[in-house]
């Protein structure tokens, strides 16, 4: 039984971060061929504009024109989740959720920067002066969200 309880937390990690990767890059495809060399596009106006940039960093700038560095370390963040969702005894939800989300936006803007050397971005808050993302980025902070609810939860739980 626990086995496979562990082996069905495994498969739902895996099958969100494939979908994450499959998301991610065919948006990042369609964002490569229909908007190059425009300006911003309403998508939901006066919210969220579609704009195409390259992004040699990190969020916020971070290490900008370090794409080498940064897509070791996705390959290192890569690997390390694709051992311990293997190795882990079975996951909670929020725990399989949020490594999926994680591990399919680490592959996501991992595979950019080892192909092409950068991040395509495309997405643009429009109220707010925010960094320019993308659905990887999107999956990566839901991830967060995901993680940090099951720890509030378990650790807001008696102990058994």
């Known amino acids: 039984m626990a086995r496979a309880k562990r082996d069905l937390s495994r498969q739902g990690a895996w099958l969100v971060a494939l979908v994450v990767v499959a998301i991610d890059q065919l948006s990042k495809a369609w964002a490569l061929s229909h908007l190059g060399g425009s300006g911003p596009v309403p998508l939901l106006p006066g919210l969220l504009n579609l704009q195409l940039v390259f992004n040699s960093g990190a969020a916020f700038s971070l290490l900008t024109n370090s794409t080498w560095l940064l897509a070791v370390v996705s390959l290192l963040v890569t690997m390390g989740l694709l051992v311990w969702i293997q190795r882990s005894a079975p996951l909670r939800p929020g725990q399989w959720l949020g490594a999926g989300l994680l591990l399919g936006g680490a592959i996501g803007n991992g595979l950019d920067r080892w192909r092409l050397g950068t991040v395509i971005d495309f997405l643009a808050f429009v109220p707010v002066r925010f960094p320019i993302f993308n659905g ?11 993680i940090a609810f099951d720890l509030l939860r378990r650790h807001g739980s008696s102990p058994s």
């Open 136 to 146: 990887a980025d999107v999956a990566i902070n839901l991830a967060v969200i995901c």
